[in-house]
Nanobody
């Protein structure tokens, strides 16, 4: 089973940027779809973006045009570049990966990384 370690979160002002990283424990990661999710306090975890093993991307409407998902398979690492951040982006961000889109979210979850957008 692939395990994940998320990093890069922090406190940022509205309109600011952050880059999150997701380090996977196994090289099979390069064959997997990878996705980012987030969970705000008191809310359910929600989908943010995904990227296929070949680089095709998809985004939730709420982040489209502001966030960019990418990956470096040589480093077994995925990224989420977040620009024009809004207070409603405040959440714990998690990554996950799976051999199919349907399998995304079924793997073990990491500890996540906290993103707080506030002035």
């Amino acid at each position: 089973q692939v395990q994940f370690v998320e990093s890069g979160g922090g406190l940022v002002q509205p309109g600011g940027s952050l880059r999150l990283s997701c380090a996977a424990s196994r090289s099979i990661f390069k064959l997997y779809h990878m996705a980012w999710y987030r969970q705000a306090a008191g809310k359910q975890r929600e989908y943010v973006a995904r990227i296929s093993s070949s680089g095709s991307t998809d985004y939730a409407d709420s982040v489209k045009g502001r966030f960019t998902i990418s990956r470096d398979n040589a480093k077994n690492t995925g990224y989420l570049q977040m620009n024009m951040l809004k207070p409603e982006d405040t959440a714990v961000y998690y990554c996950n990966a799976g051999p199919t889109i349907a399998a995304l979210g079924s793997g073990a979850w990491g500890q996540g990384t906290q993103v707080t957008v506030s002035s």
